[in-house]
C-alpha cells in the first residue's frame, strides 16, 4: 500500500508561482509511472505532469514552458513548480503513481485569482 500526500497549494495572483510537492510512502524509483492530475469543478481530471516508466517525462499542452515536473528519489517525492500561473489552472492537484496499482494522493487546492 503506497500513501501519497501533497502540499503546496494555496491562492496565488495570475503570473504567481507555487512549488507543489507530494511525498509518497515507497520507493519512488521502483514506480512505474508518477506525476499530477488536476480537476477543475465540473470538469474532467486530466494529466498535468508524469514520469514515465522510462524516465521521460509527459506534459499537457495547456502547461508546457509554464509547469516544470522533477523528484527527489533519496527523499521519495515529486514536485511541480508552476509558474506563470493563470485563473483556468484554478484546480484540486492530485499526486498519482501507478506500481502498477494505481494510487491517488488526496490533493492540495490550487486557486489562481485576483
Known amino acids: 500500500q503506497v500513501q501519497l500526500v501533497e502540499s503546496g497549494g494555496g491562492l496565488v495572483q495570475p503570473g504567481g508561482s507555487l512549488r507543489l510537492s507530494c511525498a509518497a510512502s515507497g520507493s519512488i524509483s521502483d514506480f512505474n509511472a508518477m506525476g499530477w492530475y488536476r480537476q477543475a469543478p465540473g470538469k474532467q481530471r486530466e494529466l498535468v505532469a508524469i514520469?514515465?516508466?522510462?524516465?521521460?517525462?509527459m506534459y499537457a499542452d495547456s502547461v508546457k514552458g509554464r509547469f516544470t515536473i522533477s523528484r527527489d528519489n533519496a527523499k521519495n517525492t515529486v514536485y511541480l513548480q508552476l509558474n506563470s500561473l493563470k485563473p483556468e489552472d484554478t484546480a484540486l492537484y492530485l499526486c498519482y503513481a501507478r506500481t502498477p496499482r494505481i494510487y491517488w494522493g488526496q490533493g492540495t487546492q490550487v486557486t489562481v485569482s485576483s
Open positions: 514520469f514515465t516508466i522510462s524516465g521521460s517525462t
